[in-house]
T-cell receptor, first 116, second 122 residues
Framework: GDSVTQMEGPVTLSEEAFLTINCTYTATGYPSLFWYVQYPGEGLQLLLKATKADDKGSNKGFEATYRKETTSFHLEKGSVQVSDSAVYFC???????????????FGTGTLLAVQP | DAGVIQSPRHEVTEMGQEVTLRCKPI?????LFWYRQTMMRGLELLIYFNNNVPIDDSGMPEDRFSAKMPNASFSTLKIQPSEPRDSAVYFCASSLGQAKPGLAGGTYNEQFFGPGTRLTVL
């Protein structure tokens, strides 16, 4: 079935370091891909999205490119801040070509801890 | 808008007791989702509604779990009887409109999550 695999955490970085969190997916059809972020004690928030191959989603300095050839959607940021410390979830829409659904399939989440 | 509202924020109960979690979606949203988050299983979709009608409850773990949406502004998730393995954070989310995937790039309607209810069953 459809699934999302993301790198295990925690990821611990110093402030201003470069961030990569890997995400790969398995899906039929043409899924849309997403990164959600969960700050401590809060619900998930959409960080960025891409709805077709080669699209780049970006927000708050984070970027991810939808790579159909490698079935990947890696999250990157050039210079992380302490305030970026959170859990990051990769997700895909439940793809049903010719149909429509609002379901999401999430990865297990990656905890990012940024130290000053 | 106040966003998705969930209550209670924390619930501690004893095994065998009935637990009811509540959710108020964002006004005007026509989709409502219930998720469960645990360390072992991550984030799981339990059930979702469209226009108050349950569309997919395949994620509901067993008959002890039930969900209702009596109107567009309120939903409940009930566990009866509760067990220690039900301990988790339960999230409610809502969205507006129907997503349309497709070859040339689909559309997607963002899900807005509530703050969650942390349930502990002793």
């Amino acid at each position: 079935g459809d699934s999302v695999t993301q790198m295990e955490g925690p990821v611990t970085l110093s402030e201003e370091a470069f961030l990569t969190i890997n995400c790969t997916y398995t899906a039929t059809g043409y899924p849309s891909l997403f990164w959600y972020v969960q700050y401590p004690g809060e619900g998930l928030q959409l960080l960025l999205k891409a709805t077709k191959a080669d699209d780049k989603g970006s927000n708050k300095g984070f970027e991810a490119t939808y790579r159909k050839e490698t079935t990947s959607f890696h999250l990157e940021k050039g210079s992380v801040q302490v305030s970026d410390s959170a859990v990051y979830f990769c997700a895909l829409s439940d793809p049903r070509y010719g149909g429509a659904t609002n379901k999401l399939i999430f990865g297990t989440g990656t905890l990012l801890a940024v130290q000053p | 808008d106040a966003g998705v509202i969930q209550s209670p924020r924390h619930e501690v109960t004893e095994m065998g007791q009935e637990v009811t979690l509540r959710c108020k979606p964002i006004s005007g949203h026509d989709y409502l989702f219930w998720y469960r988050q645990t360390m072992m299983r991550g984030l799981e979709l339990l059930i979702y509604f469209n226009n108050n009608v349950p569309i997919d409850d395949s994620g509901m773990p067993e008959d002890r779990f039930s969900a209702k949406m009596p109107n567009a502004s309120f939903s409940t998730l009930k566990i009866q009887p509760s067990e220690p393995r039900d301990s988790a954070v339960y999230f409610c989310a809502s969205s507006l409109g129907q997503a349309k995937p497709g070859l040339a790039g689909g559309t997607y309607n963002e899900q807005f999550f509530g703050p969650g209810t942390r349930l502990t069953v002793l």
